[in-house]
């Protein structure tokens, strides 16, 4: 059974900062990986799309990175901004039939 | 198009009432998902339909829940004799459809509290 972890749980950073955030997924057969963000109340924004075969997907000051055989991927943040204070979300894509499992998120708070 | 559109955005009701949301995905998308989630948690996978297809349930889904997509088009899911443990957040999401490469779009999501 896959099962998504994402590390910390929380961060709180001074506006500036570069950052990174960490997701582990358990079975490496995945399709594709994607990084949300999410405002208290509202709904998921999909940020990134890293396809099974690719390595690392950029938008502006995002960057992220998809490591299938370790299990891993990490979101870079540049520069934070205040702006950027939300949960981040990741979810991989099983390959049973589409949905998307989720990790708990990392709640980041980027301080001015 | 502007994107996934669920309905109502909130919805107070007393146990043991039914409820239904109501889920307008991205025009040309043939998938549609449901997801539940609870406070500090991430999303949990409920349903998908491919056009209108249900074609996996998670045992999330007890018979208490029913989802239907007509036509392919939007989809509604339904609580019926809610509990209190039902009160969450139940976002839904399109995509193309096809496994692998394609990027899924959720909607804001229906909050729902049983009291």
């Known amino acids: 059974k896959q099962e998504v972890t994402q590390i910390p749980a929380a961060l709180s950073v001074p506006e500036g900062e570069n950052l990174v955030l960490n997701c582990s997924f358990t079975?490496?057969?995945?399709?594709?990986l994607q990084w949300f963000r999410q405002d208290p109340g509202k709904g998921l924004t999909s940020l990134l799309l890293?396809?099974?075969?690719?390595r690392e997907q950029t938008s502006g000051r995002l960057n992220a990175s998809l490591d299938k055989s370790s299990g891993r991927s990490t979101l870079y943040i540049a520069a934070s901004q205040p702006g950027d204070s939300a949960t981040y979300l990741c979810?991989?894509?099983?390959?049973?039939?589409?949905?998307?499992?989720f990790g708990q998120g990392t709640e980041l708070s980027v301080k001015p | 198009d502007t994107g996934v559109s669920q309905n109502p955005r909130h919805k107070i009701t007393k146990r043991g009432q039914n409820v239904t949301f109501r889920c307008d995905p991205i025009?040309?998308?043939?998938?549609l998902y449901w997801y539940r989630q609870t406070l500090g948690q991430g999303p949990e996978f409920l349903t998908y339909?491919?056009?209108?297809?249900?074609?996996?349930k998670s045992r999330l889904l007890s018979d208490r829940f029913s989802a239907e997509r007509p036509k392919g088009s939007f989809s509604t899911l339904e609580i019926q004799r809610t509990e209190q443990g039902d009160s969450a957040m139940y976002l839904c999401?399109?995509?193309?459809?096809?496994?692998?490469?394609?990027?899924?779009?959720f909607g804001q999501g229906t909050r729902l509290t049983v009291v």
């Open positions: 999401a399109s995509s193309l459809g096809g496994r692998g490469n394609t990027e899924a779009f």
């Open positions: 079975d490496s057969a995945i399709y594709n």
């Open positions: 890293i396809q099974s075969s690719q």
């Open positions: 979810a991989v894509e099983d390959n049973q039939g589409g949905k998307l499992i």
């Open positions: 025009s040309e998308h043939n998938r």
């Open positions: 339909f491919q056009n209108e297809a249900q074609l996996e």
